[in-house]
């Protein structure tokens, strides 16, 4: 089955009503799995009889007249976050021999209750710490449009699976850009929710701390807005969670139309964009100016690049959770890149650098609001740069920079929601998006642009090539 031709919403359905099972829907994506993994390198673990018995107990329970939303649906879990019965390793060879999960994480639990079945745990780069999908433990996630290049990252397990039709929903997190990264390279639709929406509830902190953001990944908006549903709202173990919504999201995006007028900002006044992808961005904006959009040009949004003062963020969180381990044997298992950034957080960021930082994050969101004075929507491109390649980074301008991904963390300072929507195809056949920002806490906004930007830009996410 691939689940890429069909959708969440009508595969729920089926099962709800009989039509199929879950344990034939879980079975076709362990068969997925099976035949696509080993070439992709999606999932890091997987357990079929815990998956099979999970969808036995989903189909008794409907069979005794239970209703369940997301009834029988086989998810991935990123393997940042708990999953009962797995080991969460964070992609890092410091804990591939933990004991596995006792409970499971507060999104998870949620989408289980609301009827999905965990398949088992998708690949993440160690600790999420890079926009590439790559570890020591488990190796490289490859893209399915080509499989030179990576999936993206963090969520690049969660994004590969989908993309290749192994699976039709999955879980990932957003610290820096870790959801909308991997859907705009791999032909995904996908958001960063307020942060809030989804709490990070539990007895743990969120990995990067006032950064993180959880959701659901899948291939459409609609889907996701649909998945959203069954998984906002308050949370009393969130100490930032936001109160439960009163409107269905996903009736919302059901009824969507384009917005009347948005801001098109190229470069938001710091960015380096590459000229190919600033050319195709620009043919998408002439597209939704065709379907009667009224399009404002402003450039120069904010006065500062935000990627300084989130690396004091990202940082100083990293050094919090491992410079323990810094002068001990396992500080060699750790990646290379990732023990310079713990190394600087603890040695170079100070308490005074990490309240600058949330000075910045204010900065940032007032320069933010002055522009949505005159439209309430932003629209920037999704990548500064191109696809990186397995061994590379990402190209702008047929140069490799770091800063390929560069639009996305600013959003993670200000909280706004953002998401990403497919527009097309690069000269080398890879995907790319454009990114719609929403004013605070209005995700309903974001959702509703999304899906009718899909509709315009008719992209054919069944068509990746690379398998």
């Known amino acids: 089955m691939d689940f890429r031709k069909t959708s969440v919403i009508s595969l729920a359905k089926d099962v709800q009503a009989g039509n199929l099972s879950a344990r034939e829907l879980t079975q076709a994506a362990l068969k997925n799995i099976e035949q696509l993994n080993s070439t992709l390198n999606a999932f890091c ?15 008794a329970a409907i069979k005794r007249g239970e209703s369940f939303p ?8 990123k393997d940042l976050e708990d999953a009962k019965g797995f080991v969460t390793t964070y992609g890092s060879a410091l804990h591939t021999q933990d004991a596995v999960a006792g409970s499971d994480s507060e999104l998870v639990r949620r989408l289980k209750a609301a009827g999905c079945v965990v398949l088992g745990k998708t690949n993440t780069p160690e600790f999420g710490h890079k926009g590439k999908t790559d570890n020591i433990p488990f190796g490289a996630t490859l893209n399915p449009w080509n499989l030179g290049y990576t999936a993206g990252g963090s969520s690049g397990g969660t994004a590969a699976a989908l993309a290749s039709g192994m699976i039709p929903l999955g879980t990932g997190s957003d610290g820096g850009g870790s959801i909308r990264g991997p859907s705009a390279i791999c032909g995904l639709s996908g958001i960063k929710t307020s942060q809030g929406r989804i709490p990070n509830g539990g007895i743990n ?11 659901p990944m899948a291939r459409t908006t609609l889907d996701t807005a649909y998945v959203l549903d069954q998984t906002v709202g308050d949370c009393k173990t969130d100490i930032f969670s936001l109160p439960n919504k009163t409107e269905s999201w996903y009736d919302g995006v059901q009824a969507a139309t384009l917005p009347k007028t948005v801001i098109w900002s190229a470069t938001m006044g710091f960015a380096t964009l590459d000229d190919e992808i600033r050319a195709k961005s620009e043919n998408a904006i002439a597209l939704l100016r065709s379907n009667g959009v009224k399009v404002i040009e402003i450039d120069n949004i904010w006065s500062e690049d935000p990627v300084r003062s989130w690396l004091v963020f990202w940082f100083s969180a990293r050094a919090r959770a491992q410079q323990h ?50 439209a309430p929507l932003i629209l920037t491109p999704g990548t500064c740069g191109h696809t990186p390649t397995l061994a590379g980074d990402g190209l702008v301008n047929g140069a490799e920079t770091t800063s390929w991904l560069g639009y996305t963390m600013g959003l993670n300072m200000t909280r706004n929601p953002a998401g990403v929507v497919p ?3 690069s000269d080398v056949g890879m995907p790319l998006a454009l990114q719609v920002i929403g004013r605070q806490r209005e995700d309903l906004s974001v959702l509703t642009t999304m899906h009718a930007m899909e509709q315009i830009f008719e ?4 068509a990746a090539n690379g398998l």
């Not at 673990?45 to 189909?59: H, I, K, P, S, Y």
């Not at 890149?337 to 600058?356: E, Q």
């Not at 992209?459 to 069944?462: E, H, L, P, Y």
């Open 70 to 77: 997301l009834a029988g649906i086989p998810i991935g879990v």
């Open 423 to 425: 527009i097309g195809f």
């Open 459 to 462: 992209f054919r996410s069944s």
């Open 325 to 374: 381990l810094m002068d001990t044997d396992d500080w060699e298992k750790i990646d290379p890149v990732l023990r310079t950034m713990i190394t600087i957080g603890a040695t170079k960021m100070t308490g005074a650098d990490y309240a600058s930082a949330i000075d910045a994050a204010h900065r940032l969101n007032f320069e933010l609001e002055i522009a949505f004075e005159q």
């Open 205 to 215: 902190p969120p990995g990067s701390g006032l950064l993180t953001v959880k959701g």
């Open 45 to 59: 673990a997987v357990n079929a009889e815990q998956a099979l018995g999970e969808a036995d107990a989903v189909d």
